[in-house]
């Protein structure tokens, strides 16, 4: 049995996220809620809410208990990139790419 969560366009680099997503694979679910509570990061809190609502995922419609589940992937895919520019001298412009980030978690029953 896989249930997922997908967050879409997260006003965040994939690269940030990807370095928090990296300690969860292979973990149970309830292991991998405890430790994001403790990661300093903006990412951990975003990665957090979708683990949460995978969670939620499977217990509502699948009725599997939390102690059950491991997290099998937590996917992080490029979002939309805002384009801006910025001055620069002699007038002309340099560009600036503000990225965003599709987080998917998928868990499985042990």
Same mark, same amino acid.
């Given at each position: 049995?896989?249930?997922?969560?997908?967050?879409?366009?997260?006003?965040?680099?994939?690269?940030?996220?990807?370095?928090?997503?990296?300690?969860?694979?292979?973990?149970?679910?309830?292991?991998?809620?405890?430790? #994001?509570?403790?990661?300093?990061? $903006?990412?951990? =809190?975003? %990665?957090?809410?979708?683990? @949460? +609502? !995978?969670?939620?995922?499977?217990?509502?419609?699948?009725?599997?208990?939390?102690?059950?589940?491991?997290?099998?992937?937590? #996917?992080?895919?490029?979002?939309? $990139?805002?384009? =801006?520019? %910025?001055?620069?001298?002699? @007038? +002309? !412009?340099?560009?600036?790419?503000?990225?965003?980030?599709?987080?998917?978690?998928?868990?499985?029953?042990?």
């Amino acid at each position: 049995m896989k249930c997922q969560a997908v967050l879409s366009s997260v006003r965040m680099s994939p690269f940030k996220l990807r370095q928090v997503a990296r300690t969860l694979r292979g973990r149970r679910a309830v292991d991998g809620r405890s430790l #994001l509570q403790f990661v300093p990061r $903006k990412s951990a =809190r975003l %990665i957090g809410k979708v683990l @949460g +609502s !995978a969670i939620a995922n499977a217990e509502s419609n699948f009725n599997v208990s939390v102690d059950d589940l491991m997290i099998d992937n937590v #996917l992080i895919g490029e979002g939309i $990139k805002l384009r =801006r520019h %910025i001055s620069a001298a002699k @007038g +002309s !412009a340099h560009p600036i790419r503000k990225r965003s980030s599709h987080i998917t978690v998928i868990l499985t029953t042990k």
